[in-house]
């Protein structure tokens, strides 16, 4: 299986536009390398492939990466988009490859709905992209022998359809992880996550490789920072640190890599203190175009 991280970055990737953080300014002056924002670029031959998130960035994304070039005049490899979520850094990219170019689009049922919902994605030809419902725990074909299975985890709704109340730990079909298989080799990709419960870290550690929230390092990072009035778990992301932190809760798989990472986090920096402990902990920090093979 052959594993692009197209985007290391979560919404609004670093640097963010309109953020002046101590890592969004390292960013503008080339002392941290920048990430754009949450997708992944997944094969099984190398040949055919699939993206998981279409994140707004996806342009710049798809010039970088010569794998997903055209092979002619209006061929292009790409045979499928999933997204897990309904959040913009997820689906604005959709709006990218509208060029009369056809792949298949797949989302659950309550996902589609968000976007069938809204007109502008119809510029999506449903002729030429399909939109496939998925159903939890159903194996389907992403590409030639590369299947996905999607499975709910911890999480909530998109912001923009946040109500008075929200749960944030709601396990549905608004947020999904999802259990990638090809040549005999699994590996899961949960990009949002609130919460850690037992059957769930089981699930990981049996893959081979688990691409996992890093969204941001403490649950009051934004707070104490000064960029805004939420935690970590209300915006439906497990911390990285701490005693319920994704670090302490996962030492499994052997292949541990954090993606989605918030531009306010440590992570971003690979000379920080918790970068460090991150690695002496077996895990790695995901890096556009970081390429992975199992
Ligand atoms: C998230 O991952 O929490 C969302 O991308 C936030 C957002 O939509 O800005
Ligand atoms: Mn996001
Ligand atoms: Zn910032």
């Known amino acids: 299986m052959h594993i692009i991280i197209l985007g290391a ?18 960013a503008r002056t080339g002392r941290l390398a920048p990430m754009s924002q ?11 492939w699939a993206i998981l998130n279409a994140s707004p960035d996806i342009r710049a994304q798809l010039a970088a990466t010569s794998a997903l070039h055209p092979t002619g005049l209006r061929d292009l490899p790409l045979r499928s988009v999933l997204v897990t979520n309904g959040d913009i850094d997820h689906v604005a990219g959709l709006l990218t490859l509208r060029e009369s170019q056809r792949f298949d689009l797949l989302a659950t049922p309550a996902i589609h709905a968000v976007l069938d919902a809204n007109p502008v994605f119809s510029a999506l030809n449903p002729d030429l ?13 992403l590409a030639p022998g590369l299947t996905a299975t999607i499975f709910a985890v911890p999480g909530k709704v998109p912001l923009y359809l946040e109500g008075e109340t929200v749960q944030t730990d709601l396990i549905g079909e608004t947020t999904v992880g999802v259990e990638l298989a090809a040549n005999g080799r699994r590996a899961l990709y949960i990009p ?11 699930r990981i550690g049996g893959a081979d490789l688990v691409l996992f929230d890093g969204t941001l390092w403490t649950d009051d990072e934004m707070i104490r920072a000064g960029l805004g009035t939420k935690t970590s778990r209300r915006m439906g992301h497990m911390p990285v640190s701490g005693p319920d932190g994704s670090l302490s809760r996962l030492t499994a798989p052997a292949r541990r890599v954090y993606v989605h990472v918030n531009n306010s986090n440590p ?28």
């Open 9 to 26: 970055g979560a919404g609004g990737g670093l640097p963010q536009w309109n953020c002046g953080c101590p890592n969004c300014a390292a």
């Open 192 to 202: 949002g996550c609130a919460d850690l419960p037992g059957w769930l870290a089981d």
């Open 38 to 48: 949450s997708s992944l670029a997944v094969s099984a031959d190398g040949q055919a």
């Open 129 to 141: 992209v399909p939109r496939r419902p998925l159903a939890m725990d159903q194996p389907v074909e």
């Open 267 to 294: 992570l971003c920096d690979p000379a920080s203190p918790e970068s460090a402990q991150v690695r002496a902990a077996g895990w790695q920090v995901g890096h556009d175009g970081m390429e992975i093979t199992l």
